[in-house]
Nanobody, 121 residues
Framework: QVQLVESGGGLVQAGGSLSLSCAAS????????MGWYRQAPGKQRELVAV???????TYVDSVKGRYTISRDNAKNMVHLQMNSLKPEDTAVYYC???????????????WGQGTLVTVSS
C-alpha cells in the first residue's frame, strides 16, 4: 500500500509565493519520476512539472521561470516552489509518482488527493 500526501496549498494574492510538498509512504522499493499536475475548474488535468530520479526536470511553458520542482530521495518527497503566482495558476494541484513497491514488481502510477491553490487578483 502506497500513499501520497500533499501539503502547502492555500490562498495567496497575485505575485505571491506558495510551496507545495508531497510525501510518499508505504512499502516503497524505488521511486522513478515524481511530479505535479493541476486541474483548474472546467479544464483537463495538465502536467506542471516533473523530476526524474536523477534530478532532470521538465516544466510546462506557462510556469517556466516561476516554479521550481525538487525532490528529496532520502525522504521520498517532492516539492514545488511557486513564485510570481497568477490568478490563472488557480487549480487543484496533484502529486504523482511512479513507484516500485515490493508487491508490484514494477513501476506503477500513484496519485495524491490534491491540494487547492487559489490565487486572487
Amino acid at each position: 500500500q502506497v500513499q501520497l500526501v500533499e501539503s502547502g496549498g492555500g490562498l495567496v494574492q497575485a505575485g505571491g509565493s506558495l510551496s507545495l510538498s508531497c510525501a510518499a509512504s508505504g512499502s516503497i522499493f524505488s521511486i522513478n519520476v515524481m511530479g505535479w499536475y493541476r486541474q483548474a475548474p472546467g479544464k483537463q488535468r495538465e502536467l506542471v512539472a516533473v523530476i526524474g530520479s536523477g534530478g532532470r526536470t521538465t516544466y510546462v511553458d506557462s510556469v517556466k521561470g516561476r516554479y521550481t520542482i525538487s525532490r528529496d530521495n532520502a525522504k521520498n518527497m517532492v516539492h514545488l516552489q511557486m513564485n510570481s503566482l497568477k490568478p490563472e495558476d488557480t487549480a487543484v494541484y496533484y502529486c504523482k509518482a511512479d513507484i516500485w513497491t515490493y508487491a508490484s514488481g514494477r513501476y506503477l502510477e500513484h496519485w495524491g488527493q490534491g491540494t487547492l491553490v487559489t490565487v486572487s487578483s
